[in-house]
């Protein structure tokens, strides 16, 4: 009987011998570990790059910090562009001066218009334009249409008795002279007399322009 207690006694204590051993070789075994660099790609076998490292476009390898700072230029590196520091040009050029002497050539009518008088008007201002170009583009001779029957002050300004085209010059601030092209209706049946009028008596207004 005491035989046989021995032996479990001894039985158990090498059961806890070996337990302990192979603790103890199980905790140098993971202590002497290297350390793996990265997980392994299911599909091709290979480690992956660490998620605590990023390789640089040079080859290098950066830690995450560093490679936060990655593509970041620096202001005083050549080649870079600070926009908040840039000055962009925008002058306004001036506007030109308006000329010292100005021919505004007013073409009068009425409210209800015949044929002949829309044609009168049309005539004249399609004359004024071709023949002055120039002028209208420099700012020095002008074209308007007024309503006299709904502006009565210049019917007695300019004498007005029928649809007509008065010149008028304005040197300064305040118009200087005009003048009524009133022959007008007497040359409506001659094209080219009614041209030659029109032109004629708006290049001598204009030239005395002082």
């Excluded at 050549?78 to 100005?102: K, N, R």
């Excluded at 044609?119 to 007024?146: D, P, Y």
């Excluded at 007005?160 to 008065?166: F, M």
């Excluded at 092209?181 to 007497?186: A, G, P, Q, R, V």
Aim: hydrophobic content about 40%.
């Amino acid at each position: 009987m005491r035989l046989l207690k021995r032996s479990v006694t001894i039985a158990l204590l090498l059961f806890v011998g070996a337990t302990v051993g192979m603790l103890i070789a199980q905790e140098v075994s993971h202590k002497d570990a290297v350390p793996i660099e990265g997980d392994r790609d299911v599909s091709t076998g290979e480690l992956t790059e660490p998620v605590d490292a990023v390789e640089a476009s040079d080859g290098t390898v950066a830690s995450v910090e560093e490679a936060a700072t990655v593509g970041v230029e620096d202001s005083s590196a050549p080649g870079f562009e600070d926009t908040e520091a840039e000055t962009v040009s925008t002058a306004v050029e001036p506007p030109e001066s308006e000329p010292p002497c100005v021919v505004d050539a007013i073409y009068f009518h009425n409210t209800l218009r015949c044929r002949t008088c829309k044609s009168n008007e049309e005539t004249t201002k399609a004359v004024v334009e071709e023949e002055f170009a120039e002028e209208f583009a420099a700012g020095r001779l002008r074209w308007s249409a007024i309503n006299m029957e709904r502006q009565q002050h210049y019917v007695e300004e300019f004498d007005l008795v029928k649809p007509t085209l008065i010149l008028v010059r304005t040197a300064g601030e305040e118009p200087s002279d005009w003048v009524a092209l009133d022959e007008t209706w007497s040359l409506i049946q001659s094209e080219l007399r009614f041209a030659d009028y029109v032109e004629t008596e708006t290049r001598a207004f204009l030239e005395a322009c002082p």
